[in-house]
């Protein structure tokens, strides 16, 4: 079952038993009726309010300074509101809805094309992950290509012929290396990409952009037994593989965004790399970054160099 469809079964049911709630107790108790599909619907917010609880209880030993209560806050309102989005309606419902964007290559003589951008999605996810960034890149000019990576539970070794592919069609549309942005697991997909391309790779990026990607594993993984969740505990043998392939050619070409509220990715200094340029956006959840608008803003920045 791809993830689309295992969300949309998802949302779903969550809809049906709050309105199967309401039917039951309609006639006895209004409130208790309304209360309880309320509180069935909210349930998912108080479980990302168990996900920073655990990121603050793991980050004590981490070098980033622990985070002001006031901004764990903000950023676990901020994301039950993106994650809402992404989960509840742009990846299971509208991840087919705008197409991938490849321009015709420019004529002869012509100014170079805005350079393209690949998008690579994280653990759980699909293309629809990143449906505000369509309109923005095409606006400005960028071809894009979104992947979805299956099998949603496989060995992220398995994603590279996927990027692979999207890396070369996009290249093809604008005749420039593109930038590739990795969330989450994405960022790894890519480096895994990187590593089977082997020399060649650096040279077929611009550069290589990951947010919240848990480049040193993330203790949230003990939560997974899927292939691709237990390759990303700390220290698995697979992540040591990954970072002993690397060149330090390869690390400078990553920009990696990392956060002291990123409440899936913990702690904070596993989404770094070293040789990396590693920026910090303190008060940054997990989804919110993709949308940061400073990391946005960042992003297109490094699209727009030459």
């Not at 094309?113 to 400005?140: I, K, S």
């Not at 790779?201 to 952009?209: F, S």
């Not at 697979?238 to 899936?264: H, I, K, P």
């Amino acid at each position: 079952m791809t993830n689309a469809r295992w969300q949309q079964w998802m949302v779903a049911a969550q809809l049906a038993i709050a309105a199967g709630w309401v039917a039951w107790l309609w006639p006895h108790s209004r409130g208790w009726a309304v209360g309880g599909a309320a509180a069935w619907l909210l349930g998912p917010r108080l479980w990302l309010g168990l996900q920073f609880a655990l990121m603050l209880h793991y980050n004590r030993g981490d070098p980033v300074p622990r985070p002001p209560a006031g901004r764990v806050l903000r950023a676990w309102w901020a994301e039950t509101q993106w994650a809402t989005w992404v989960f509840g309606w742009w990846q299971p419902f509208r991840h087919a809805a705008v197409a991938d964007w490849l321009p015709p290559p420019p004529a002869a003589g012509a100014p170079a094309a805005p350079r393209g951008v690949v998008l690579v999605h994280g653990f759980l996810c699909n293309r629809g992950f990143w449906t505000p960034w369509f309109a923005l890149l095409r606006r400005r000019g960028h071809a894009f290509v979104a992947v979805t990576l299956e099998p949603p539970f496989g060995s992220i070794d398995g994603y590279a012929g996927t990027i692979d592919a999207a890396v070369r069609r996009v290249a093809e549309s604008t005749g420039r290396p593109p930038l590739v942005i990795g969330h989450s697991m994405g960022g790894l997909a890519v480096r895994a990409w990187l590593k089977a391309c082997g020399n060649a790779g650096t040279a077929r990026v611009h550069r290589v952009v990951t947010l919240g990607s848990p480049h040193a594993g993330t203790w949230a993984a003990r939560f997974s037994r899927s292939e691709n969740g237990l390759q990303m505990l700390p220290g698995h043998p697979w992540l040591q593989a990954l970072a002993g392939a690397e060149t330090a050619a390869c690390r400078a070409r990553f920009t990696c965004f990392y956060s002291d509220c990123d409440n899936v990715v913990y702690p904070a200094t596993t989404a770094t790399l070293e040789g990396a340029d590693n920026r910090f956006v303190p008060g940054t959840a997990h989804v919110q970054m993709a949308f940061h608008p400073a990391v946005l803003g960042a992003c297109l920045e490094i699209a727009g160099q030459p």
